[in-house]
C-alpha cells in the first residue's frame, strides 16, 4: 500500500489553502505541525523546504512547496476527482495559465499594495500594476460562477482561499464580483472541515503556549 502523504504546515498560514485542496481530494493525509518561532528553520525541515516556509507535501519521497504546485500535483494525481483539466482538455491552458498567475502576478501585486510600496515601473514589473491584476481577475470571474466557468477546479481553491483573505485584509477592492465568488467557495463543505481543522489546532496551539509560559 501507498505511503499516506505528509503535509507540512501551521494552522495560522498559507497552509490553510493546501489543506482546503486536500480536504477536497479526501485521501488519508498526515500532517505535520511545525512552529513559526524554532521548527520551521531547522536543518530537518529545512531539508524538506530550503525556504523554512509552509505549506509543504511530501508524496512517495517527491517533496512539493509552493501552493500552486502543490495544488496542481494533487489535482494531477487524483484525476478522478476531477480538480483538474487534464492534458488535453481545452481548459487545461487556461487552467495553467491561472495557477501560475496566482503566484507571478497577484500574489506579489497584493503585498506590495499592503506596505504600500511603490512599485517597478509596469514595463519592467511581472504583474504590470495592481489595477491591471485586480481588474484582469475580476473580468475572468464575471463569466463564473467558478474561475474556469461551470466547472470547480483546483483553481477555485487557490483563488478562493485567496481572495477571502484579500477581502478580509482589504488588499483587494471589495467590488461585488469578489464578494460573491467568496460566498460561492465558502459554501464548499472542504472549505468548512479544513477551517475546522486549522481552528483546533490553532487553539491547541495557544493552549500549549499558555501551559509553557506559566510553567
Ligand atoms: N511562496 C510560498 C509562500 C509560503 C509562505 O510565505 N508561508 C509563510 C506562512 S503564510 C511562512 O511559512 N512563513 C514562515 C517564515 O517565513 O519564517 C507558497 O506559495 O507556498
Known amino acids: 500500500m501507498a505511503d499516506a502523504l505528509v503535509f507540512y504546515t501551521h494552522p495560522m498560514s498559507r497552509g490553510r489553502i ?3 485542496m486536500l480536504e477536497e481530494v479526501g485521501e488519508p493525509y498526515e500532517t ?3 512552529d ?3 521548527t520551521i528553520k531547522a536543518p530537518d525541515y529545512l531539508a524538506i523546504n530550503p525556504m523554512g516556509k509552509v505549506p509543504a507535501i511530501r508524496d512517495e519521497g517527491v517533496l512539493i512547496t509552493e501552493q500552486p504546485a502543490i495544488l496542481m500535483h494533487l489535482a494531477d494525481l487524483y484525476p478522478e476527482k476531477e ?3 487534464l492534458p488535453g482538455d481545452p481548459l487545461r491552458g487556461a487552467w495553467l495559465r491561472w495557477m501560475v498567475f496566482y503566484g507571478s502576478c497577484f500574489e506579489p501585486a497584493m503585498m506590495d499594495f499592503s506596505r504600500k510600496r511603490e512599485p517597478v515601473p509596469p514595463m519592467q514589473c511581472g504583474y504590470g500594476d495592481y489595477d491591471s491584476v485586480m481588474h484582469v481577475v475580476a473580468a475572468q470571474l464575471e463569466r463564473g ?3 474556469l466557468g461551470e466547472r470547480f477546479t483546483a483553481a477555485d481553491v487557490l483563488w478562493g482561499g485567496a481572495l477571502n483573505f ?3 485584509m482589504k488588499l483587494v477592492p471589495n467590488w461585488p464580483v469578489f464578494r460573491e465568488y467568496a460566498r460561492r467557495v465558502q459554501a464548499r463543505p472542504a472549505i468548512r472541515r479544513a477551517f475546522e481543522l486549522d481552528e483546533a489546532l490553532a487553539a491547541e496551539q495557544a493552549r500549549e503556549l499558555a501551559d509553557a509560559l506559566a510553567a
Open 18 to 20: 493546501a489543506r482546503w
Open 32 to 34: 505535520v505541525l511545525l
Open 36 to 38: 513559526f518561532a524554532t
Open 83 to 85: 480538480l483538474a483539466p
Open 145 to 147: 460562477p467558478w474561475l
Open 166 to 168: 484579500g477581502l478580509m
